[in-house]
């Protein structure tokens, strides 16, 4: 088992910045690849960002690039996600997934935490 607890999140003025943190527990934390999804209210889970086992390959969804940038460090078993120049239609639940399988990590990853809220005013 994998356990994952986010934090970071908070409310932030449109144009603001925050950081999200994810800490893994409980396995190898460079055995898996890693990303952030997120839910707005009526909304369905939308993927973000994923990142690789070792950190080298990333990828975003749309909605996010040139604002939202993930990373790792494995040595401290954390994953973030730097979220730049936000827009109130940011505003959702932030969660972290862990999946031993890259291609896996934006469709079907094994792990979730519970998730963090981020709400960006107008």
């Known amino acids: 088992q994998v356990q994952l607890v986010e934090s970071g999140g908070g409310l932030v003025q449109a144009g603001g910045s925050l950081r999200l943190s994810c800490v893994a527990s409980g396995r190898t934390f460079s055995n898996y690849a890693m990303g952030w999804f997120r839910q707005a209210p009526g909304k369905e889970r939308e993927f973000v960002a994923g990142?690789?086992?070792?950190?080298?390959?990333?990828y975003s969804g749309d909605s996010v690039k040139g604002r939202f940038t993930i990373s790792r460090v494995n040595a401290k078993n954390t994953m973030y996600l730097q979220m730049n120049s936000l827009k109130p239609e940011d505003t959702a639940v932030y969660y972290c997934?862990?999946?031993?399988?890259?291609?896996?990590?934006?469709?079907?990853?094994?792990?979730w935490g519970q998730g963090t809220q981020v709400t960006v005013s107008s």
């Open positions: 997934a862990a999946d031993p399988v890259f291609s896996t990590i934006a469709t079907a990853p094994e792990y």
């Open positions: 990142i690789s086992r070792g950190g080298i390959s990333r």
